[in-house]
């Protein structure tokens, strides 16, 4: 199967003239593309787009049921590596879907080019990994070494937390709210859309 998703957020040309690992002409994109896979339906969502729920959530309301949030670099070395945590499992949460993320590992020389220090001391190795993968009801794998990050997703599941409504049952049957989606009111949004 094949599939597109160019980044929609932010609007050009943010961050990408600052430096020679990703000096070109950044476009932002119009569209949130959802890939049809044999098993179901797959979205990507760009690095900082985490930062934006209307991002995983147009792509949940297209039936996404796993959003890939892959990374450049300077993630961790900027101080965000909880938020981007964070983040990352609440749009899991939030729209009922699998979501995996991933920190590309450079060499720490690149993110020394950004230093406030003197720029005496150059950094050797690679920079510390972010690999995460979330259901709605958990964190399923972490890593933050080099490698493959694995784990076995349950799609029926995530099918069944969209369709079923909430019951006040003691333990509860799942380990988030289930059904919310269909909480939505969207006539109560306009705002959202105003500049």
């Not at 996404?64 to 993630?75: H, N, Q, R, T």
């Not at 933050?144 to 029926?156: C, K, Q, R, V, Y």
Request: aromatic share 10%.
């Amino acid at each position: 199967h094949s599939g597109l998703y160019r980044r929609t957020h932010p609007v050009g040309p943010y961050i990408y003239r600052d430096s020679p690992e990703w000096n070109f002409d950044y476009v932002a994109a119009d569209e949130f593309g959802v890939i049809e896979m044999s098993w179901g339906k797959l979205a990507v969502s760009i690095c900082s787009e985490v930062h934006l729920p209307e991002v995983s959530r147009i792509l949940a309301l297209k039936g996404a049921e796993v959003c890939l949030y892959p990374s450049g670099l300077l993630i961790d070395e900027l101080g965000y590596t909880e938020n981007w945590r964070t983040l990352v499992r609440a749009r899991a949460i939030e729209n009922h879907m699998y979501t995996a993320t991933l920190v590309n590992l450079m060499d720490t020389s690149v993110g020394d080019q950004f230093s406030s220090g003197s720029g005496d001391e150059q950094s050797t190795g690679l920079s510390r990994g972010i690999g995460m993968i979330a259901s709605p009801e958990r964190v399923l794998a972490q890593s933050e070494s080099p490698g493959i990050l694995t784990a076995d997703l349950d799609l029926e599941r995530v099918r069944y937390l969209r369709r079923t409504d909430e019951e006040l049952i003691v333990p509860a049957p799942y380990q988030t709210i289930p059904g919310h989606l269909t909480w939505r009111r969207p006539e109560l949004y306009g705002y959202l859309t105003e500049q």
